[in-house]
Every structure is written in structure tokens, then in C-alpha cells.
């Protein structure tokens, strides 16, 4: 091979090298980046936790906080929930509901059927390490707006035949109150209102709401469909026939 031969495959192959490297998207290795700076890379994180592909995690990415607070509170959210709301509706309409009362739609609560957004406006919309006494303290107002989407979807259910049940991770002293929101935000006629009792206590969220869903199952329930925000509200065992993840980036429950 001659030197021009030589220094042309160089240049050739110095030249190829750069363009794949500015074709490689390079994502940060951890979730301390300043996003602000970076919308793409929040979205695609975003994605990520809503796939479940961004496992377990406590605080949001410092830098995403602007960016889940104008995805929380603006349209695309509301879209988001509305969609998985037709699809869930879709679904159900083509099941063949027996009559006998036994084709169930278990619904988690929170941000699922009640937003509770005007707390966590409050509290960074999720940058910040969840406190359970200010959570509580804000349960005991119950004061959280229905998800619209939601509430219509839920009426739709009852409409169409199915029993209606809730099952939330919030405890047993905590019924009163959300009952009580529940009621004012729209909602009525559950079969049953499940929460965590003493014995539930400590119990990871996936095994307590299977554990609660198996004894539907055990008492004759077909459990058709169930809406969740968290993973752990639709996975483990005695699962629906389909399950319907809502958008939430702001937590994650395991």
C-alpha cells in the first residue's frame, strides 16, 4: 500500500468515526443532570418510568422538575390519562358481561382515581423524599380532585355492568376520609372500599394488593380490568385479564 493509499484510508476512516459518534445519543449515567437544559432526555426518562424500565427510584431527576411540573399540569397529562381511559372503556365494552355481578374492575385511588396534584405542587412534584406524615396530613383535608378521565370511565363501568371495587395502599384510619373524598370528587356505589389493615402493614404494595385481589378471585370475582398508576398495582398474581397503567412520574411504589 502506497503512503497516498495509506493516508487516504486514514482520513476515510477518521472521518466515518465522527459521524458515528455524532449520530450516538449519549445519555447521563445517573439522574443528577441538570435537565433543564436537556427536555429530550426528560421525556425519554418519563418514558422510561412509565415502562417500568427505570426500575425502582425515590426522587425524580433534579433537573426534570420544571419539566414534570409543565407535563403535570398542563394538557398532556390530562391526554395521557384520557387515552389509557378510552382504551380501558374500549376493552370493556368488548367483554361479555354475564349479569350475575361477579365481572369486577378494581380501581386504585390514588392518582388513579383522585389527583393529588395540589399536594405534590407543594412538595416539588416528586423531588423531594416522600413524607408520610405531610401526606397524611393532606388525606385527613380529603380534598383531592377526581381524575377526570377517570370518573368517567368509572361511571361507564357501572353503566355497563361491572362491580366496582377500590383497592388503595392509604390505611385503614384513613377510610373515613377517603370515602368521604371519594364521594365529593363524583364517585359512589363501590362494592368495596379495601385499604391496608394491621396486618398489611409492611407488606411490599405488589404482594398486599395481589394478596387482596386473590381473595375477589376466591370469593367467585372475575376480575376483567384494573386501573393503576403504579406497577405494583397491576402486577404479581391473581392479575385482571388486562390491566391499564395511568401516567404518574412523579413516585414510584414498589
Known amino acids: 500500500m502506497s503512503s497516498n493509499q495509506f493516508l487516504l484510508l486514514s482520513l476515510l476512516f477518521t472521518l466515518i468515526s465522527s459521524v458515528i459518534s455524532q449520530s450516538i ?14 427536555p429530550l432526555y426528560c421525556d ?25 411540573k409543565e407535563y403535570m399540569k398542563g394538557s398532556h397529562y390530562l391526554s395521557d390519562s384520557k387515552v389509557v381511559a378510552c382504551e380501558s372503556l374500549a376493552f370493556a365494552k368488548s367483554l361479555n358481561i354475564t349479569g350475575d355481578g361477579k365481572d369486577a374492575w378494581v380501581f386504585d ?74 364521594l365529593f370528587s363524583g364517585y359512589s356505589d363501590w362494592e368495596k372500599l379495601i385499604l391496608r389493615g394491621p396486618s398489611d402493614q409492611g407488606v411490599p404494595a405488589t404482594v398486599y394488593k395481589s394478596q387482596k385481589r386473590k381473595q375477589l378471585v376466591d370469593d367467585g370475582y372475575r ?32
Request: proline share 5%; net charge negative.
Open 25 to 38: 445519543i449519549r445519555f447521563p449515567s445517573d439522574r443528577k443532570i441538570q435537565a433543564d437544559d436537556d
Open 44 to 68: 425519554s426518562w418519563r418514558v422510561s418510568v412509565e415502562t417500568n424500565n427505570a426500575g425502582s427510584w425515590s426522587v425524580i431527576p433534579s433537573g426534570c422538575v420544571n419539566f414534570v
Open 109 to 182: 385511588v390514588d392518582e388513579t382515581l383522585l389527583s393529588n396534584l395540589p399536594y405534590y405542587e407543594d412538595h416539588g412534584f416528586g423531588s423531594e423524599i416522600f413524607d408520610e406524615g405531610s401526606f397524611d396530613d393532606w388525606v385527613d383535608l380529603a380534598k383531592a380532585p377526581a381524575l377526570p378521565a377517570s370518573l368517567n370511565l368509572y361511571k361507564e363501568l357501572k353503566n355497563l355492568g361491572f362491580t366496582l371495587f377500590v383497592l388503595t395502599g392509604r390505611s385503614e384510619y384513613q377510610r373515613n376520609a377517603t370515602s368521604k373524598n371519594l
Open 223 to 254: 376480575i376483567r380490568g384494573n386501573s393503576g398508576d403504579q406497577w405494583s398495582d397491576l402486577l404479581g398474581f391473581a392479575v385482571a385479564k388486562r390491566s391499564f397503567k395511568l401516567p404518574n412520574p412523579m413516585y414510584y411504589i414498589a
